[in-house]
C-alpha cells in the first residue's frame, strides 16, 4: 500500500474536504479552502485500520524501543489506543488542560518516569497543540522518541516549530500529497490550485482570516 492509499481513502470517506470558492472557519479564525475531520475515519473499519496499519509500521521501523503510546485528546485518542492495542504497548493520553477535580491530570493512564514514548495526533496544523502533549510528557521526565499523525498541512509555521522543540514529526498523509491526488483524480480543479498554494502560503491572513 502507498502513502496515497491514506489520501485516496480521505478523500472518499469526505474526511478532507476541499473547497476553495466557498472557505471554512477554522475554530482559531482562519479561513480556509481545506477541512480535515479525521475523527470521521474511526467509522470506517477499512479505513481506521489502514490507519492503525500504516502507524505501527511506521513505529516498529523507526521506533522498536517504544515502552508507551500517547494520544492527544481528543482526536487521536481512539487511534492512538488502536495502535498500542496493535503493538501490545500501554497507552495513555494527554488533556488540552489539566483537569479542574479530582487528581488533575494532565495525562492519563499509567506513565512512569524516563520510558519512552511515540505520541499519535490526528492532525498538525500549527503544531502548538501537538506539542504542547509534548511539553506535557517531558514535563513528568518522559522520553520523546517523536510524533506520528494522520495528516499534516505542510505549514512553515509548524516545521520550525517542530525543529526548535526537538521533536520529529512522522505523518501518513500530507498537504502536498492531498493536492497532486485530488488534482489526478479530479478532487481537485486546476484552476484552484493558484488559490490552494496562496493559503498555504499566508493561511493567518489569507481570505480576511482573523489571525
Known sequence: MTRNDVVKNLLQINAIKLNPSNPF?????WKSPIYCD???????PAV??????????????KYPNAEVIAGVAT???AHGMLVADRLNLPFVYIRAAAKKHGLENLVEG???????VVVIEDLVSTGMSSLAAVEA???I???????????????????????????????????NELVEYGVEQGFVKSEHLETLKQWRNAPESWGGSNS
Do not use: H, P
Request: hydrophobic share 40%; net charge positive; glycine share 6%.
Open 137 to 139: 510528557l517531558r514535563k
Open 110 to 116: 499509567d506513565i512512569k518516569s524516563g520510558q519512552k
Open 25 to 29: 472557519t477554522w475554530a482559531s479564525g
Open 141 to 175: 521526565d518522559c522520553q520523546v522518541l517523536g510524533m506520528a499523525a494522520i495528516f499534516t498541512y505542510g505549514f512553515s509555521k509548524a516545521a520550525e516549530s517542530f525543529t526548535q522543540a526537538n521533536v520529529t514529526l512522522d505523518t501518513l498523509a500530507n498537504y
Open 75 to 77: 482526536g487521536a485518542i
Open 48 to 61: 481506521r485500520n489502514l490507519i492503525c496499519d500504516k502507524f505501527a509500521e511506521l513505529i516498529r521501523a
Open 38 to 44: 479525521n475523527r470521521k475515519t474511526l467509522s470506517y
